[in-house]
């Protein structure tokens, strides 16, 4: 199979995919959209994108795109810890303490901030569209003694020297990443990452009716159907309109979930089925072998 990730290579992306997809061809894409739009002209079978961060919240450009632009069912999702390192090029290692400027994308920026405030204080941070472009970055010019945040396979792929290691503010941080597919592709994973299954629906609500949203999570509660997400989010209409993105902790059925969507459908809510699929968390997997 081909898989399409958000690059470059040695991103948290490219991680989840070595870890699902071990062996298979990996193709890197500069944005997220040009990773979907692959899928959906079937460039590519299969597209990993991240969705959302333990930290920072939602990928929102993910969420948007999968709602107003490509039609692709979501057939898997993976859980990765979110290690981030300090890394110079190697011929700056010695004085990594003088560094002039640090690269990272940023939301890796964000969740090191008490790091860089004690060590880094008016050093400035450049945005980059990803940790590995960082990481690229410094190796291809070690004349600016600069600095990246980025994971240690990126420092491995591009030949950086670890200088600090485990500079985020907060050890749980973690990062959804969604797995997107035209067909119904099976994945496998390892046994030791399955996690359970995940049922993810769009819910918009009628116009103008008191307690809409009381009803939508009523016909939820009365079914003791957990829900580990509810996220709004704009529909691009105007102001105050919004849909909402909700996570089911359970697989679809055939009882349960359709009486949910045919109750809110009742009600005037328009019900979109995103997807049902099995949900992993990596726990030591070799990340380290190379991608295709």
């Not at 590995?132 to 003694?145: I, Q, S």
Request: net charge negative; proline share 5%; with cysteine.
């Amino acid at each position: 199979m081909k898989i399409g990730y958000l690059g470059p290579k040695a991103t948290f992306t490219d991680i989840a995919v070595r870890a699902l997809f071990p062996g298979e061809t990996a193709i890197p894409y500069l944005t997220i959209p040009e990773c979907l739009d692959a899928v959906v002209a079937e460039k590519i079978n299969i597209a990993v994108v991240p969705l959302e961060n333990a930290l920072e919240g939602s990928v929102n450009i993910t969420l948007d795109y999968l709602i107003h632009e490509v039609n692709v069912p979501v057939i898997g999702e993976i859980t990765v810890p979110i290690r981030q390192q300090f890394m110079v090029h190697p011929d700056n290692a010695e004085r990594w303490k003088e560094v002039d400027y640090i690269f990272s994308h940023s939301h890796a920026i964000a969740q090191c901030h008490k790091f860089l405030y004690t060590h880094f204080k008016g050093v400035p941070c450049e945005n980059s569209t990803s940790t590995a472009a960082a990481a690229k970055y410094v190796m291809d010019n070690p004349h600016l003694n600069a600095a990246a945040i980025a994971n240690d396979l990126a420092a491995k792929e591009y030949g950086l020297k670890i200088v600090k290691e485990d500079i985020h503010d907060f050890a749980f941080n973690h990062t959804r990443f969604v797995i997107l597919s035209k067909n119904n592709e099976i994945i496998q994973g390892q046994l030791d990452q399955f996690h359970g299954y995940k049922t993810t629906v769009m819910i918009t609500l009628p116009d103008d009716r008191s307690g809409a949203l009381h009803q939508v999570l009523s016909a939820f509660a009365w079914r003791n159907l957990n829900l580990s997400k509810i996220e709004s989010r704009p529909m691009k209409t105007g102001l105050g309109n919004y849909f909402f993105i909700i996570d089911i902790e359970m697989k679809l059925d055939d009882v349960l979930i359709p009486g949910v969507i045919a109750e809110l459908e009742a009600l005037d809510c328009k019900v979109k089925l995103l997807g049902s699929y099995p949900s992993f968390k990596l726990k030591g997997a070799d990340i380290t072998q190379p991608s295709k």
